[in-house]
């Protein structure tokens, strides 16, 4: 694959993404704005404990990152103190960080059981051919491109 393929490639996938958190973002504010959604008051119960958000995100982080991290680092900017701001996203920075170490440990762990020859038949499988043809490309564009990778077979925006 030429580097004019793979800058294609990353583009594209970079543009949809960004055109889909333009529509979530778009959505969120006219719910907000036209519904009268308060969200605030709807998070309350977690929004008002850290140690559930961190245990959230890090669940999350140890599960494809299925929840986008942009969501906690608003929760961050609820005290408006910069100082707590940045010691938050570092927390969540660090969590994240052991949470990959964490999963790298639990595949390759798991790569030797006979349910990984199970699940990438199956699941794997589908996906085997983006790496064949982007290799470690393909990693760092679905860590780079705001929608995330995992989301992109229900969009069947890849490829």
Known sequence: MSDREKLWF????LARGFFALFIVVGGFIL???RVGLNYFKWLAPVYEQPILVYLI????????GIIPPEI???????LEVLTSY???IGAFAVISYLAGVLGYLIGNYLNHTRYYAYFRRRVFGRYEHYFQ???AFLIIVAALTPLPFFW??????VG
């Open 10 to 13: 990353f583009a594209r996938n």
């Open 31 to 33: 719910l907000k704005d």
């Open 57 to 64: 995100y890090s669940a999350s982080e140890l599960l494809f």
């Open 72 to 78: 906690f680092m608003i929760w961050a900017l609820r």
């Open 86 to 88: 940045l010691l938050n």
């Open 133 to 135: 043809r982007f290799g």
């Open 152 to 157: 992109s077979k229900y969009v069947n925006w």
